[in-house]
């Protein structure tokens, strides 16, 4: 299965920065994501087949393993590579539409990469605790939102200097707490087109409120979870930070390339104008 299939390239673009991911540095920011392509040789490197024990084997995944070894359960990548094919053709019609990927990720190993990735094409992100109510309140999520973002902007312009210093104090806690429990959503206005899960089990209410409000899911699927409520299910060991680091970046690199699919004719309709006027 995995002697057959041809490297297209070598996963160096992944290797690049691995020290910084471990010295807890902005991982992808400047991450050449032109170099990358998908393959089987980078996944294998990456440890992206190893599942969990044979003993800890979720039925409903059974199609996507290849087999065991040592009492591992090993992934087919082909499988991988087929599902990572559909997930990022979705993604790159969401964003050519305009809508948003709403990026998830709690678990520790997972959360700055997660927070990188979404930084660097420009989406909302979850990395802390999922506030209950995300999407089924989203009303008074999208206030306490606003409030943030009014709150910080009056901060910057010094329109709290009226206040007593103690008073500023305050509510710069406030507007800090309020930051670190929803700063990477304080943007989104609206339902995303879609959200990107890293974790199944760690970010499970994340996924009940995107099927309450059929919200398409996206997510890496170890050997371990039932993938049966996910749009969007991609087989990968989701523990590892090698594995975590490739998965994430093809779900990046896609969003980055319909971002500047979806630019170009618009330059063209730009440039055009340009023409006629002249």
């Known amino acids: 299965m995995i002697a057959e299939k041809k490297a297209v390239i070598q996963p160096d673009a992944v290797e690049a920065a691995a020290a910084k991911a471990s010295s807890g540095e902005d991982y992808f920011a400047n991450f050449d994501f032109g170099g990358l392509e998908v393959d089987m040789k980078s996944m294998l490197k990456a440890g992206v087949h190893f599942g969990h024990q044979k003993a800890r084997r979720s039925p409903k995944m059974n199609e996507y393993i290849f087999g065991t070894k040592n009492g591992i359960n090993i992934i087919d990548l082909e499988k991988t590579v087929a599902k990572l094919e559909e997930a990022t053709q979705f993604v790159k019609k969401i964003v050519a539409e305009g809508q948003q990927i709403l990026f998830v990720g709690t678990k520790k190993q997972a959360k700055r990469l997660v927070e990188s990735a979404a930084k660097r094409c420009g989406m909302p992100f979850v990395v802390e605790r999922w506030l209950g109510g995300t999407f089924t309140n989203f009303r008074i999520i999208s206030e306490r939102a606003r409030y943030l973002r009014d709150g910080q902007e009056?901060?910057?312009?010094?329109?709290?200097?009226?206040?007593?210093?103690?008073?500023?104090?305050?509510?710069?806690?406030?507007?800090?707490?309020?930051?670190?429990?929803?700063?990477?959503?304080?943007?989104?206005?609206?339902?995303?087109?879609?959200?990107?899960?890293t974790g199944i089990l760690e970010d499970n209410l994340a996924i009940q409120e995107a099927r309450?409000?059929?919200?398409?899911?996206?997510?890496?699927?170890?050997?371990?979870?039932?993938?049966?409520?996910?749009?969007?299910?991609?087989?990968?060991?989701?523990?590892a930070v090698s594995s975590l680091r490739?998965?994430?970046?093809?779900?990046?690199?896609?969003?980055?390339?319909?971002?500047?699919?979806?630019?170009?004719?618009?330059?063209?309709?730009?440039?055009?104008?340009?023409?006629?006027q002249g």
């Open 154 to 197: 009056k901060m910057k312009k010094g329109e709290y200097g009226k206040y007593t210093k103690f008073e500023q104090m305050k509510i710069g806690e406030e507007l800090d707490k309020l930051e670190n429990k929803m700063g990477g959503i304080k943007q989104m206005t609206k339902f995303p087109g879609a959200i990107f899960v």
């Open 246 to 276: 490739l998965m994430i970046a093809y779900i990046t690199k896609a969003v980055i390339d319909a971002k500047s699919s979806a630019a170009i004719p618009k330059e063209n309709v730009a440039a055009e104008a340009k023409k006629t």
């Open 212 to 239: 309450i409000k059929k919200i398409p899911i996206i997510a890496l699927a170890d050997t371990n979870v039932d993938p049966s409520q996910i749009d969007y299910p991609i087989p990968a060991n989701e523990d």
